[in-house]
């Protein structure tokens, strides 16, 4: 044994077998394990008796053994607990994750595609490297000063022969036809049409033989534009051969460098040319027929694309032959293009308006291919840009059958937008006719129409988004995407059309629920305002609000679980703390809840009613306002009173149909109480044949007779039956013609104050004489 290995060896002995092998008053084997590297003798004696022993090396070599092939299961770490109440199966968590995974991959590829897309740093590098090297900055400077003169040579000669040219080109300018007359007949106005049908085929005909003539007028400056374009073209002709002859004389006697110059000669032949067919299709001595500004502005446009487009196709190119690597090239050449594709972009958001009016369909003319024309006219623009960038994407990607791809989903989109347009005007006229109401069923609920009007544009809405949401999976399937597989069964779009179904069913029952509760609410109205019962009308009328609120929050909160659930939210939670929260606010708020049970108490046994009059904690006054928590009193001088519930212990009704009117009145004491009371009799019979007082009052007077009688007067009590209105009215008329009448009849009313007769004793004759005698001596 090699003694190299004889601290492994120590080593495992220590850790595995000392422990094995201690007494039972040994150290436990974790510190001497801890602590390795110092061994006590008696640890290094039984190591080295395990060691010499083959029995106990045997066994040894078998426990490393068994241990070494063990490996130990990690031990499972505790499962997160998720913020929101989700389940991990449940529909709302994987939404979430696909989301989440579809938003990754979307940046993913879309980071891949820019990378692919802008390889600018090759460039950059490519700049400096050039701008350092010594030798590829004089390559530049000889390229510079050869460009330069066969540039200067060749623009010589071309405006030479320009100058050569002019003459021969005004004069077909001026030989050019402006208008040419087409060898058809022109429609004959003389001649009213015979029918109804030649009045509206007659513009028609008229745009086709304007046609026809614009057709053959182009057709007649056709030969005159093909030589003005032929004598333009001679300038652009003598200028490629002047830098071809020079560049054959040995003016770039390097292939890079001539190479270099003839990439910049072709761009300029090029674009000089490609300026000059514009002119000749849509300038003022054009093939086509504009105005001066439409082919002014056509004119600039053109040269701005292609000078940004040849320009940059050929300062990719001399790139290229000056080193640039090909990742850079194609990069700019992309960039190059891009910026074309902007310029066409900004071309036709400036032509927008013109196009539009020129789709649009005339004033007047209705129908299908109308409304197709002016939809199609208002978002011509934007399908004109997503085209021109994709037709540019196609070509950056350069992505594989990309063109065919592209018309192929140019041309599907078109028709699965057509096919849901219609399907939408089908399905949408077929719910108005639904919702027509015969006038019959109308009669029979008034009201029904308002709620019918209340849902059409909601259901309206509803449809419109099915079948968007359908046109969209139709679209995605158009456009390569397989997204029927989402909608298979177990997949996360069946789980989500399954959660928007039972929610759709959910909020339909809770709308049917909610409009036959009112649709019951007011028919009793109504049927107890025919019958005549208006105390109940009312009644049932100041507690309908208050059904409807507890009748929307039973709602809302079913409907709103249902959707929770739905969607994998434990709604268990939810309603505990509902519990608790309302636990809380009950103690809380005690009053409160007080005053919601009295009132609520109070408006079903119909003890106030709005108009009342009533008397309740001291106040007096009209009820304005009756809630499920507060009453509103008017009191005479105008003033509010707001009075909660739970303060009201007894409440004095004085509008509750019977008012009686109290009679009582002290005539004096020599009056007969029979006369009075006849007297008061025929006052109640006199106001009861009058209109105004008929109706208030119920009955003839009441007189229940003398009530009390002293030595001044006597008090005659009784009552007059009236209605609630006709009490205080009733009073103060009667009290008038009852004074007013007894003054005519004589009859004394007992004053209030007391008169006190008091009869002195008659004097004796004596006392007479003897008081007589000083007044007389006094006189």
């Not at 001679?234 to 002859?245: D, E």
């Not at 196609?394 to 989109?413: D, E, K, P």
């Not at 009191?635 to 009704?653: E, K, Q």
């Not at 006849?678 to 003398?706: C, K, P, S, T, Y």
Request: charged residues 15%.
């Amino acid at each position: 044994m090699s003694l190299k290995l004889l601290p492994s060896i120590l080593f495992a002995c220590v850790l595995f077998i000392v422990p094995a092998f201690a007494q039972p008053g040994a150290a436990p084997a974790a510190p001497a394990a801890d602590k390795a590297d110092v061994l006590s003798p008696d640890q290094a004696k039984r190591a080295l008796e395990t060691l010499s022993d083959d029995n106990k090396r045997t066994q040894m070599i078998e426990t490393l053994r068994a241990i070494a092939n063990s490996s130990p299961q990690p031990q499972a770490a505790p499962e997160p607990k998720s913020a929101i109440p989700l389940t991990a199966d449940s529909l709302g968590a994987q939404l979430l994750l696909t989301v989440s995974e579809q938003v990754g991959e979307i940046s993913r590829e879309v980071a891949d595609v820019v990378r692919t897309l802008t390889h600018f740093r090759a460039f950059y590098y490519w700049f400096v490297r050039t701008a350092n090297d010594p030798s590829a900055y004089h390559q530049l400077l000889d390229i510079a000063w050869k460009l330069a003169l066969v540039f200067i040579c060749a623009l010589a000669a071309e405006w030479l022969v320009f100058r050569l040219i002019k003459r021969p080109v005004t004069l077909l300018e001026a030989r050019l036809p402006q208008t040419a007359r087409a060898p058809v007949q022109a429609l004959d106005v003389a001649d009213p049409p015979s029918s109804a049908a030649d009045v509206a085929a007659a513009p028609a005909l008229h745009r086709r033989r304007l046609s026809l003539a614009r057709t053959w007028q182009s057709l007649v400056r056709l030969p005159f534009v093909l030589g003005r374009l032929a004598l333009e073209l001679v300038p652009v002709l003598v200028f490629i051969g002047i830098a071809t002859m020079l560049l054959g004389t040995g003016i770039g006697d390097l292939s890079t460098t001539r190479l270099v110059i003839l990439a910049v000669v072709n761009a300029y032949a090029l674009s000089r040319a490609l300026i000059c067919v514009v002119r000749a299709l849509a300038g003022p001595f054009g093939l086509f027929r504009v105005r001066a500004e439409t082919a002014a502005y056509i004119e600039i446009w053109a040269r701005r694309i292609l000078t940004v487009a040849v320009a940059g196709i050929a300062f990719a190119n001399v790139a290229l032959l000056l080193g640039l690597h090909r990742a850079g090239y194609a990069a700019l050449l992309r960039l190059v293009m891009l910026v074309v594709h902007l310029f066409v972009v900004v071309v036709i958001l400036q032509c927008r308006r013109q196009v539009a009016e020129a789709i649009r369909a005339p004033v007047g003319r209705d129908g299908a291919a109308a409304r197709i024309r002016n939809r199609v006219a208002g978002l011509w623009h934007y399908l004109a840009t997503a085209l021109d960038l994709a037709l540019w994407a196609v070509w950056a990607l350069n992505i594989r059958n990309g063109y065919s791809l592209l018309l192929q989903y140019f041309v599907g989109t078109i028709a699965v937008v057509l096919i849901m347009r219609l399907a939408t005007m089908l399905v949408l006229s077929l719910i108005d006719r639904g919702f027509r109401i015969s006038p019959d069923l109308l009669r029979r609920f008034p009201g029904l129409e308002t709620r019918a009007n209340r849902y059409l544009p909601l259901l309206r809405n509803i449809v419109s988004a099915v079948i968007a949401f359908i046109g969209l999976v139709a679209l995605l399937e158009v456009w390569g995407v397989d997204a029927i597989v989402w909608f298979y069964g177990g997949q996360i779009g069946s789980r989500l059309l399954s959660a928007v179904v039972t929610v759709g069913i959910a909020a339909l029952a809770a709308a049917a629920i909610w409009e036959v509760s009112n649709a019951l609410l007011d028919r009793k109205i109504n049927a107890l305002s025919r019958e005549g019962h208006y105390a109940r009308a009312a009644r049932l009328r100041t507690f309908q609000p208050m059904l409807r609120t507890a009748l929307l929050c039973v709602i809302v909160t079913v409907v709103g679980l249902t959707a929770l659930s739905e969607i994998g939210v434990n709604v268990a939670p939810l309603l505990a703390g509902a519990g608790i929260v309302g636990i809380a606010i009950g103690f809380g708020s005690q009053k409160l809840v007080q005053d919601l049970i009295t009132g609520l108490f109070l408006l079903l046994e119909n003890t106030v009613q709005v108009g009342d009059n009533v008397t309740l904690s001291g106040l007096s006054g009209v009820v304005e306002n009756v809630s499920i928590r507060t009453l509103r009193l008017r009191s005479g001088d105008g003033s509010v009173h707001i009075v909660p519930f739970s303060a009201v212990t007894t409440i004095t009704n004085s509008s509750r149909g019977a008012g009686n009117a109290a009679v009582s009145v002290n005539v004096s004491y020599k009056e007969d109480t029979d006369r009075a009371g006849q007297i008061l009799r025929d006052i109640v019979a006199e106001m009861r044949r009058e209109v105004e007082f008929q109706n208030l009052i119920r009955g003839d007077l009441e007189l229940w007779g003398v009530d009390k009688v002293d030595g001044s007067m006597a008090s005659i009590v009784g009552q007059i039956r009236c209605t609630d209105a006709g009490r205080w009215p009733v009073q103060r008329e009667f009290n008038r013609r009852m004074k007013r009448r007894f003054q005519e009849c004589g009859v004394e009313i007992a004053p209030t104050s007391q008169t006190i007769l008091m009869q002195l004793p008659a004097p004796a004759p004596a006392e007479a004489a003897a008081n007589a005698a000083p007044r007389r001596a006094a006189g």
